[in-house]
């Protein structure tokens, strides 16, 4: 008897641990639950302020015309501030004491040019040897001023040795400003009829 008695005590001490753990177990799972239960609520309240939020967006046109209007908005403000530089450049300017005018040439040469392309100054046969001397005595960095006075207009005349004079008097007046250092200016006047 002493058997069955341990026995029992044994099979009720198992029964009893197993009734214990399912309890726990049971306990267990209906935390589970409730924690379920609790995320399908916010699952629910989610889905409803995702269609709230969904029927506030404005229609798929509405945005296109918002994006566009926001890259114009863009293009006009670069064309505001190009603009705005544009006038504070010019206002700049404008404020600016004027600059100095070019000085006036520290020599003068006429050259005067026939139909036969014979070339004259001040009365006489040109002479470049002469001109260069006068061109030498310069300080570096002048200026000088050739006037070419061309033959008067007339009618069937050939003006090709005209043209070979005054690209002499070029070709001269070039070589010079280069080997002295000086700034060249040409100009060329017709003879009034």
Known sequence: MRWLSILFLIVALGSGAALWLQREAAAGLRDDLALLHGDRREIARLREENARLAAALPPAGTLEALRADRAAVARLRREIETTREKLETRERALAAPPAAAAPAPALKLAVGVDLAGQLSSNGLQFDPAAWR?????????????????????????????????????????????????????????????
Not at 168 to 173: C, F, K, L, M, S
Not at 185 to 192: G, H, Y
Request: net charge positive.
């Open 133 to 193: 001397q006068q061109l030498a005595a310069l300080p570096r960095g002048s200026a000088f001023e050739i006037r070419v006075q061309l033959p008067k207009a007339e009618a069937g005349a050939s003006y090709d040795k005209v043209k070979q004079g005054v690209d002499a008097i070029a070709e001269h007046a070039r070589q010079a400003a280069k080997d002295f250092g000086l700034k060249m200016s040409l100009r060329t006047e017709r003879a009034q009829p």
